[in-house]
């Protein structure tokens, strides 16, 4: 039987927000056991704001405007015909499939290109995720789409075939750099110039970026967002230049305290990278007990591991930097990002962190692991008496990368999409 989820009348943020969290435990070893998650997306919305962790390509922050824009295009009567609920999926599959084909030659698979949908390429069957739900957020947040309505609410309203798509949109922005003292008729969709013919777009569409399109989105996302790590990637070449060339392999606890990247970086936004890394450096040691307590469900290979990584974690502490560690930034943050962090995970960070800076011993760590684990999974804790099930591999989050794959992609994109605007030799 398929599930389906029904809404009441939530708002369209606290939706986006669902569905985020829906999409994170759609993935594998990302199940929150132990309750961190939102103080995870705090630093994810404040670094890396617009992006989720299923996007795959800067590409579609282009085409889901341009359908927008051709459907605005159309005349009442075609409109009348077909509503945007139908248009807009169908127009995308009709992306889904161009990128198939025009990337056939490429000699890579369609998912690790990142064409949102491709398993169902050559199918009658449908993806249920489409590049627009995916990327409404971003969208909003870069102001390609100015709107305050989730894309239910926008491609509900905008049912009514004699309704003009600029009535959705947002005509001023108080909060919108672009907005002050601009011409209320200015286009609320953004889309790129493009040389190509306007209704061909589609059969020649392909995931590289041209330079019009690398530009546009730049400029969105260093004016929309110039105080997040995102924004500055964007508004520094030379820090995009070391993000992508000698540190593009380094994962996030590598990358966090790598003088060549963070001293180029102002003193606030530095702050925020290293809080998030010096987050998981001592809440990984929490998930890593946590591992070690389920063990006896477990395989002598699993067991082996779990115990190896503690030890491994214990001695990494020696060289924590407690000088700079302040537990309240975590709050600050989550406040600045507007999450909410349940009352009994903020007592069980708080005490976690200062048991680890006294040295407290495993019986006392394990008995606030155990404990935040009941209260956070309730009758689903693993570690309650009675619970049952083997343990074949790791349980819970194993890392936290706070967006940064999702990142590095979109950055590299429009990177390679800029340089095509280089003339030859430059």
Known sequence: ?????????????????????????????????????????????LLFPGLSTIQTRAKYFLTVPRILKEYEGLSRRERGKTPLAGYLPERERDVMESLCRNHSGDG????????????????????????????????????????????????????????????????????DPDDGGADAHEPRVLVADREDDDEGWIASVRLDLTAAEAGLLKRQIETRVPESLLGRLMLDDALRE???????????????????????????????????GDFWRLLEGA???????????????????????????RAGLDEFPWDRWETDRLWEAAARAKRAVKPFTRTFVTQWIRAVRAGA???????????????N???????????????DDWVGIDRLEYRLPQARTMVRDVDDGLARAEPAGA
Do not use: C
């Open 108 to 175: 890579e698979d369609y998912t690790r290109l990142g064409i949102v949908g491709s398993k169902f390429y050559g199918r009658d069957r449908d993806a249920q995720r489409k590049p627009s739900a995916v990327y409404w957020n971003g969208l909003r947040t870069f102001g390609l789409v100015r709107s305050d309505r989730s894309l239910a609410e926008f491609v509900r309203t905008f049912a009514d075939p004699l309704r003009e798509i600029g009535d959705l949109l947002t005509a001023t922005d108080q909060n």
């Open 1 to 45: 039987m398929r599930s389906a989820i029904g809404w009441v009348d939530f708002s369209s943020e606290h939706r986006d927000r669902v569905r985020s969290v829906l999409d994170l435990l759609g993935g594998a070893s990302v199940l929150d056991e132990l309750g961190i998650g939102s103080i995870r997306d705090s630093f994810s919305d």
């Open 377 to 391: 999974k309730g009758p689903r804790a693993r570690l309650r008496e009675g619970a049952d099930g083997r343990v």
């Open 361 to 375: 011993d495993e019986a006392a760590l394990d008995a606030l692991v155990s404990r935040q684990e009941r209260l």
């Open 242 to 276: 070391t993000f992508l060339g000698p540190l593009a392999d380094l994962r996030f606890a590598d990358l966090y305290d790598e003088p060549a990247f963070t001293d180029p970086l102002p003193a606030d936004l530095r702050r925020d990278l290293r809080t998030a």
């Open 287 to 313: 998930h890593v007990r946590y591992n070690v307590l389920l063990q006896p469900k477990g395989t002598p290979e699993t067991r082996d591991e779990a115990e190896a990584r503690w030890a491994a974690w």
